[in-house]
């Protein structure tokens, strides 16, 4: 803020003959340089100070001079180059940086105390209560995690919601801001809402305690209609188009808008939510709802994608809304689809059909459950050879639309990894095991809720053998190439291959060693360590937790190769530190295997979106030549597509790879 002095006895005339008024003129105080005539038809209620009100706002090719124009201001400090115009009621409470534009608006107005949404508490994935996560302004997918889904820890939740509270306390003391450059324009009501620099809120209709983060290079962008009460609303992130929200979060990168409600919901890093509705919603990165007829209740989400008229049941007519959904990371839902929590649905499935039944099918990734009846039928493991898996492993990182300075969600994207593994393990395991106990005449078997066809057991479990047996070895080939590039020689190569882990990692134990929490992907040893510090006293704010969560995420490396390391003996009844040169070789062959097979079954899955089938509708006045014609005007040829062009360049370079690896390792001494 500027160097502020009072005015003087000419500038107060001046101000006087411009239709300004003050109970005190003692309370206002101005900046150097001030220039009385741009501050016309004033009311000031209260203190306030005034920077300089030189130079111009810029409105494309169009100049406006600072200043302050037919306003009512109490308690207000106001840096240099503002300008504040036509407040029907009142601006108060506010400390407003250099820059900031303030104009058409009602009431804008700000308590002392207020909190500015810290510690409202949101009830997220069970609706009846009981995970309620305090917001503040930095909350991250991984704190929120734990404060929702850890309720079995009560010392770890005491400790964070202390942690919590202290920074409630530093909200209260802190006084209003309106951030340098920010716009705020044809707002009717603004009570309580502390605003970043370069936010953009331009006719909101009510905005209620709550915070608006931003900066400069992301921006926060409030739009027309939006109502939106005890709230935190992240850098880069908009809320447009009549949006409703109550309770909620919204997290760095997310869209909201047309009209989309949300009340007691948490929606992280890069979440899109438009049309429909959301209720005590865990929105984990990632998470995408598009459509009018959807409702998303009582669940925890992350890179998922809900299909129209996606529904979800929590009270089952009984004891009220207490039932919860968890669908992990890279789950889908079709359109219509509907769900009676509680379920669990594993990683990278697909959910069609009006599912009447409860299931748990955490151990079953990607698979397709479909509704049967009063039935769930389930394909296991079928969705690891769709293109469409194919096409959201890579489309995650490149959507990341975070341009803040810090990020705050900490985020592992790859669809194969130890979580996904480690699932297809016990998948594996499961199947062939229902495979051995079951009565040769069932067509179907019952695994955990779901309905299995019985011949289908052996097929996903070599479905999952499959992917687990590429995943290991292009762990190894990853970790021996660079060696074998300069010519190490094989004592240093078994040298490589040896975890060197701070922290345990198991193998196929019953107990599961890994834990999606909140997108980011941690060995449960680690997990443990980190809750027992939190427990202890040991992280003692906010900033030291976020740190620890961060030394985690770089930690994911090493843990990784631990259980690619255990699980590579327990699979394969040997040590990858006493690999032989033939080992690698045929380590290399495993790789090409599986990855080809792979390749080649995603081919064939996306050669049906161009097949006669897929032309229905196309060339409608013509011939069959013309209905081609048509089609490939629109979509391409089948050779000629961007993702099948991809799959076939990867298949010929991991033929490349593979014959360069094996020739370097079978001269390994």
């Not at 905005?207 to 939106?228: D, R």
């Not at 019985?454 to 992917?467: M, Q, S, V």
């Not at 291959?497 to 922290?503: E, I, K, P, Q, W």
């Amino acid at each position: 803020m500027p160097k502020y002095r009072v005015l003087t006895e000419t500038e107060k005339k001046s101000l006087e003959s411009q239709g300004c008024r003050a109970v005190e003129w003692t309370d206002i105080q101005v900046a150097e340089p001030f220039d009385s005539t741009r501050v016309r038809n004033v009311t000031f209620l209260g203190p306030v100070k005034i920077g300089s009100v030189a130079g111009v706002v810029k409105r494309g090719n169009l100049a406006e001079p600072c200043g302050i124009y037919d306003a009512t201001l109490a308690d207000v400090n106001i840096a240099d180059g503002c300008l504040i115009k036509k407040i029907g009621s009142r601006l108060s409470g506010y400390d407003i940086g250099a820059r900031a534009v303030i104009e058409d608006c009602g009431l804008i107005s700000a308590e002392a105390g207020a909190s500015f949404g810290c510690g409202v508490v949101v009830d997220a994935v069970n609706e009846g209560g009981g995970r309620g996560v305090p917001l503040y302004p930095e909350l991250s997918a991984q704190v929120a995690h734990l404060l929702a889904l850890h309720r079995y820890r009560p010392q770890l939740i005491a400790k964070l919601e202390s942690m919590v509270a202290a920074r409630v306390a530093k909200a209260k003391a802190a006084r209003a801001q309106i951030g340098s450059e920010a716009t705020i324009r044809g707002v009717k009501t603004m009570l309580n809402v502390t605003v970043g620099a370069g936010a953009r809120i331009e006719d909101a209709a009510l905005l209620e305690n709550g915070t608006i983060l931003s900066e400069p290079k992301a921006p926060a962008i409030v739009g027309s209609g939006v109502t939106a009460r005890e709230f935190v609303i992240a850098e880069g992130s908009s809320v447009t188009d009549g949006a409703m929200l109550k309770a909620t979060y919204v997290g760095q990168g997310c869209g909201i808008g047309k009209q989309f409600s949300a009340e007691n919901c948490l929606f992280f890093a890069n979440c899109e939510a438009y049309h429909g509705e959301s209720v005590a919603l865990f929105g984990g990165p990632y998470t995408v709802t598009h459509h009018k007829s959807t409702l998303l209740i009582a669940a925890q989400l992350s890179f998922y994608n809900a299909g129209s008229g996606t529904n979800q049941s929590n009270h089952m007519y009984k004891l009220g809304p207490v039932h919860q959904g968890i669908m992990e990371r890279g789950s889908k839902t079709g359109s219509f689809s509907y769900l009676l929590w509680p379920c669990r649905i594993g990683p990278f499935s697909v959910v069609i059909g009006k599912n009447m039944a409860n299931f748990d099918l955490g151990d079953l990734p990607f698979s397709y459950i479909i509704a049967e009846g009063n039935k769930s039928t389930v394909t296991p493991g079928f969705n690891l050879y769709t293109v469409g898996t194919v096409r959201d492993g890579a489309k995650w990182p490149a959507r990341d639309r975070r341009k803040s300075s810090v990020k705050r969600d900490l985020i592992h994207f790859p669809v194969f990894n130890p979580l996904t593994v480690e699932r297809m393990v016990r998948g594996e395991q499961l199947l062939n095991n229902t495979a051995k106990v079951s009565d040769r005449s069932l067509e179907e078997v019952s695994i955990n809720g779901g309905t299995i066809k019985r011949l289908l057991l052996k097929t996903g479990a070599k479905y999952y053998a499959t992917a687990i047996e590429a995943y290991l070895c292009e762990k190894v080939l990853d970790r021996v190439e660079p060696l074998l590039q300069k010519g190490a020689p094989l004592t240093e190569v078994r040298q490589q291959l040896v975890a060197r882990a701070s922290l345990p990692a198991a193998g196929t134990e019953a107990r599961p060693t890994w834990a999606d929490l909140g997108g980011m992907l941690i060995a449960k040893e680690r997990l443990e360590v980190l809750s027992a510090l939190v427990e202890s006293g040991a992280v003692p704010d906010l900033e030291a937790l976020q740190a620890k969560l961060q030394e985690c995420f770089a930690a994911y490396g090493e843990d990784e190769w631990n259980f690619v390391s255990a699980n590579w003996e327990a699979r394969y009844g040997s040590k990858l530190s006493e690999i032989t040169a033939a080992g690698l070789a045929e380590a290399a062959a495993k790789l090409l295997a599986a990855r080809s097979k792979a390749i080649k079954m995603t081919l064939s899955d996306a050669e049906k979106e161009f097949s006669e089938t897929a032309q229905i509708g196309f060339g409608v006045d013509g011939d069959v030549a013309a209905r081609r014609a048509d089609f490939e005007s629109l979509r391409g040829t089948y050779a000629g597509n961007k993702v099948v062009k991809q799959l076939n360049a990867e298949l010929a370079a991991i033929e490349q790879r593979v014959a360069a690896f094996k020739s370097k390792a079978e001269t390994l001494k």
